[in-house]
């Protein structure tokens, strides 16, 4: 009786690791990639080290002019928004074989400007200068003035695209099935607020069909598409 018993749970045991093993193996999904480090991984542009052009738009107006690449200080583009306008900027690149990737795609609705920098509230017919510096490298951008404030009903929005970002994601040398999971899963918008400070989730959308990362913004701090 005994042995009939042991052998009774040694099959059981036995038949439960079977099937938890065929589980494991007729699964197609990746393993979640492992980050020990707890550090951002932004998401780089294809060809980093090659030449980039970048246009910039206002408003849905014709491209002010393409200009070779510029240091990553100097990658910047400023408008002016308005209390009682829409006002949209626009920012692309431009790739070796002259086609137009978007990137950068930030509006601040009619109503959104709600505090000042250093304190105070707009006006019903006012205005300020906002400026986005962006890095030539990787997906990665700044918004200032520093201290702005958005209306929490009425929030700036911003729109990154990484269509024309490094398909492998994790920088393996493989672009496989583990980058794929990486852009459909992991990739979302962090923000810095200072250079010492450490990266953080913001709540975001990512369109894996049009390849865009989406966030209401409540202030202006850095933001990187990430993972």
């Not at 400007?113 to 707009?122: A, E, N, S, V």
């Not at 490094?166 to 918008?189: K, M």
């Amino acid at each position: 009786m005994i042995h009939g018993r042991w052998r009774w749970k040694a099959a059981t045991w036995l038949g439960l690791v079977l099937l938890l093993n065929g589980c494991r193996e007729s699964s197609n999904a990746p393993e979640p990639p492992v980050r020990p480090d707890g550090r951002v991984h932004p998401v780089v542009w294809a060809n980093p080290g090659a030449s980039r052009q970048f246009v910039v738009r206002r408003n849905g107006q014709a491209p002010s002019g393409i200009a070779p690449a510029a240091p990553a200080s100097d990658n910047q583009a400023s408008f002016w928004a308005y209390t009682d306008r829409d006002q949209t900027l626009t920012v692309g690149s431009v790739a070796e074989d002259g086609s137009f990737q978007p990137f950068i795609d930030f509006t601040v609705p009619r109503g959104a400007l709600f505090r000042r920098p250093l304190g105070g509230l707009f006006g019903l017919r006012d205005s300020i200068e906002i400026s986005v510096t962006w890095d030539e490298t990787a997906l990665q951008m700044n918004f200032e003035p520093t201290g702005l404030g958005f209306n929490p009903l009425i929030r700036a929005h911003l729109v990154v695209s990484y269509q024309g970002a490094n398909p492998d994601f994790n920088g393996d040398g493989v672009v496989d099935a583990l980058d794929e999971y990486i852009s459909q899963v992991l990739l979302v918008l962090q923000t810095q607020r200072t250079a010492l400070d450490p990266w953080s989730v913001i709540p975001s959308v990512n369109d894996v069909v049009n390849k865009t990362i989406s966030a209401d913004l409540n202030h202006f701090t850095g933001y990187a598409v990430s993972w």
